[in-house]
């Protein structure tokens, strides 16, 4: 929203969590974050842009959806992409396949995407599956060129 705007995908278990994210998290730090908050309209502003699952800004929007959605998983071209509690996720969402799968398939090309999986470390998780089989990844370092992460 404010060093890098850009459409972003957030998505929880379902669209109820996503209304409770946005809720509990994203309208707390709009509040009370000045560079945010002046990129944001009220919510109470008419015509603001700001709703419960959809915040826009210059540059960008934020939209939270559902993994229980699959219309909320392919509404969208999306730069960043934020999977949250990944592990209750349902296997299918309404016919139409895996929610992980529906969700990265918004933009396979960017170049520039940046995608953050998340779930809770106490959870028996289908992570480690998805990290050994995805490639290494090259991320800058500060002083010395490029750092390979592997896992």
């Not at 459409?7 to 994210?21: G, M, S, W």
């Not at 229980?68 to 990944?86: H, P």
């Amino acid at each position: 929203m404010h060093h890098v705007p850009a459409p972003t995908l957030a998505v929880q278990p379902t669209v109820e969590l996503a209304k409770r994210f946005s809720r509990q998290r994203i309208d707390p730090l709009l509040e009370e974050t000045p560079a945010l908050r002046e990129r944001v309209a009220p919510a109470r502003a008419r015509d603001s842009g700001n709703t419960m699952l959809s915040k826009e800004f210059p540059g960008g929007i934020l939209v939270l959806t559902g993994a229980n959605s699959a219309v909320g998983l392919r509404s969208m071209t999306a730069r960043f992409l934020f999977l949250d509690e990944v592990d209750a996720y349902p296997g299918d969402v309404e016919g139409e396949g895996d929610p992980i799968a529906l969700a990265e398939a918004r933009d396979p090309g960017a170049l520039e995407r940046r995608l953050l999986r998340n779930h809770s470390p106490d959870s028996i998780s289908h992570l480690p599956n998805i990290y050994e089989s995805a490639p290494p990844i090259e991320a800058p370092k500060h002083t010395k060129g490029l750092q390979a992460f592997g896992w």
